[in-house]
């Protein structure tokens, strides 16, 4: 059976990595890995328990008979649930930075951004649509944050050329931009979670190979884009009602969303509850300040004509229906005990982990940022020394190789697919123009990170 799972995983791979091609959902795929792999885990659950779990196993029976239904009991109290939890952190915390940038968007707290940009000047534009979308996925997820970019750069640039290029320098900006903190990406917030990084640590030691990552490729597409962009800069969108907040309202909304997702670290490390619980309360405070200010209209019951973005809605909703999926199906692989023999493996025959985070950085761009980033991660427990330690050098190496890696190839993430969607970009376009200026950019963030790693 554990034969059966791998080959599973190993067909979720497959079907992740062609869903361009197939047009079969990636959501949907996790989804089936994380439910199905646990049902053949369940029916051969006796050789699984007692393979990994037998000590525990024997304490839970506590004197009883052995039986079918005391070892689906014991998978699902002990084993089961513990996965469900770390996956249901993960998504907890989506679903509210989420709807965070959501209420956020719905009052016009990001129209700062349109009036920031608007120039007719290429080099301005680009660094600064890019730099805003670098400093906002560090604190939301990369999917939201690059959705919201391209809607505002497709609203001012007329030429397909131009948007594809300035587009694939906002997907490059966004996974630079969220592996750099552990807010902003769900593999920070894995490795946040599991205590194999801190959030001060991690983010002192990955922000200049997220940023060297982020600044060479767009410097060179800066080279491709001409002096001067064809834009057409429309009036700002009409929200379903007459009494829209003004400046300082719109202000003061960003600061309690942004500021408050900042916040975050800080209240995990005072109270040591899980991050999710500090996202909520972010939240909850700012749903009220929206309420407050928005109660003229919610009286006159205009708030449901309000234009609700569908297209961040439903991606967002792919994105945690993703994640949910991949985090059950490899936690179902880590249980087979597969995953542990893969670790021996390389420990006896590759010995070098920057070797590992090379091969799961192209394997990133192949099949999907997350799931090969949760692979990686699932290898090895956190130890007490070394590579492998809390703040280990494993942890990083892996968080920035799988993002920027990703980016490679325009399939290697959400954000990339969503570019493709909404830009008609085509794999062989973004692999003549773009992936060489990655690829450069991610060995010398690579680089930099062996250097502080090894000598700093």
Known sequence: MTLVIVLMLAAAYLLIATGHLTGVNKSAIAMFLGTAGWVVYVCYGTDFVMKLHAAEYMEFLAGMTPSSDTVKTFIYENVFLKYVGRAAAIVMFLLATMSIIEILNNNGCFDFITEWIRTRNSKRLLWTITFATFILSANLDNLTTTTMMLVIMNNILQSGRQRMLVGSAIVLAANCGGCFTVIGDPTGLILWGDGAVTASNFSAYMFIPAFVAWVVP????????????????????????????????????????????????T????????PFLGALCVLSVLWVVNEAFNRRVMDADQMAQRRIPRALQYGALQQMLFVMGIMMGMGVVTETGIFADVAHLFDQYVHNIWIIGAGAGV?????????????????????ETGDMAANGTYWKMIAFTTAVGGCLLSVGSTSGLALMRMEHVRLGWYLKNLTPKVLLGWLMGLLILWIETNYI
Do not use: C
């Not at 064809?230 to 009409?238: A, E, L, N, V």
């Not at 209240?267 to 899980?274: A, G, V, Y």
């Not at 394997?363 to 130890?383: K, R």
């Open 218 to 265: 767009t410097m060179l597409i800066n080279r491709q884009l001409p002096d001067r962009l064809d834009t057409q800069w429309r009036p700002s969108p009409y929200r379903g009602d007459e009494t829209r907040l003004n400046r300082w309202q719109r202000f003061v909304m960003l600061v309690v969303g942004i500021g408050g997702l900042w916040f975050i670290p």
């Open 267 to 274: 209240f995990h490390n005072i109270t040591k509850l899980s």
């Open 363 to 383: 394997l990133s761009s192949l099949i999907d940022t997350f799931t090969v980033a949760v692979s990686n991660i699932m290898f090895y427990p956190v130890a």
